[in-house]
């Protein structure tokens, strides 16, 4: 397989700062510009594992491309160009503190909270007698803090945002009402390839007094999809749904002992094991995208991608 990305050190034109994330390195170019690497990380638990997937980058970054075109009439967003498979340059926006998770579906950790007698999450109140992966009659929003690296996320509620100053009430419902559109029109689209959009997060943020939809939309990082053919069936019996989502590799580790608790070491990833995950990756991608996905040049990557932004920056 090619080679995975896992660190960037690149000194672009015009370059103020860089800001290494869980997936995603991101760099100032002048406090006007930022170029957003999507690397071959991958982490799960807020943990960065060990190896990198190779092309979950350029898929990640295509599919994030692809939707932030598909979803300009609903609200602004940040990209500007994408001079590299890895690479999206965008508006410089401050970003809200919060994390805008919406979900369709009662499953993942709200399913285990719930599991465990959870019946209010972020404010939102739950009915009783729901069931694993069961939709909700409407999508409910269930934000959470941004953490830093290092740093588990916070569910929060509409109030605590407001009462700690995160958002202004105006900017909150913006912030709601946009979730939503994004959210129908998301699930819109995966109807269309034979998915549900089960639930995802969207991040926003504010470029000269308007809010921007920044980030990633609708990868497998971000959300959650289940195949819709034999969902109903599968509900109705209580077996587990056939989804395509990073949730596999959560799976994976929780079987093997880790879910990111002081004391617990990931465990091996094997080249098979590396591989199976990057061949999700794919499968995912020509599901949402209704594409073939054609694998870059991954001989060096970083040399590739420093040239191509380079290029970008100084045209």
């Given amino acids: 397989m090619s080679n995975a990305l896992t660190k960037t050190d690149f000194i672009f034109p ?173 699930t819109e689209i995966a109807e269309k390839r034979g998915l549900i959009l089960v639930d995802t997060k969207y991040e926003f943020g504010k470029h000269d007094g308007k809010i921007y939809l920044m980030d990633e939309i609708h990868t497998p990082d971000s959300s959650r999809y289940f195949y819709k053919d034999g969902y109903q069936e599968r509900f109705e019996k209580g077996e587990a749904q056939k989804q395509l989502s990073k949730e596999f590799v959560r799976e994976w580790l929780m079987e093997n002992n880790f879910q990111g608790k002081a004391g617990q070491v990931v465990p091996e990833m094997t080249p098979e094991i590396v591989k199976s995950i990057s061949d999700r990756y794919i499968e995912l991608f020509e599901h949402i995208t209704g594409e073939k996905f054609v694998k870059a040049d991954g001989e060096d990557l970083a040399k590739r991608i420093e040239k191509n932004v380079t290029e970008y920056l100084t045209k």
């Avoid at 290494?20 to 100032?28: Q, S």
């Avoid at 972020?122 to 007698?129: F, Y």
């Avoid at 740093?151 to 946009?178: M, N, Q, R, V």
């Fill in 14 to 186: 015009g370059q103020k700062s860089v800001y290494h994330g869980k997936v995603r390195d991101v760099y100032n170019i002048n406090d006007e510009k930022l170029v957003m690497v999507a690397s071959d990380r991958i982490s799960a638990f807020d943990v960065i594992l060990p190896e990198g997937i190779p092309y979950k980058g350029q898929m990640l970054n295509q599919i994030a491309a692809k939707f932030l075109d598909a979803t300009t009439d609903i609200c602004p967003n940040w990209k500007l160009a994408t001079p590299d498979p890895m690479v999206t340059v965008g508006v410089m926006c401050q970003g809200f503190p919060v994390e805008m998770i919406v979900r369709g579906y009662l499953c993942g950790s709200a399913w285990r909270a719930y599991k465990s007698g959870v019946r209010e999450i972020c404010g939102v109140k739950l009915p009783e007698g729901m069931r694993e992966n069961q939709k909700f009659e409407e999508p409910i929003i269930t934000p959470t803090t941004k953490g830093e690296i290092g740093t588990h996320d916070e569910d929060i509620s509409k109030e605590e945002i407001l009462a700690k100053g995160l958002a202004t009430k105006e900017e909150y419902e913006t912030l709601e009402k946009y979730t939503l559109a994004l959210f129908k029109r998301g």
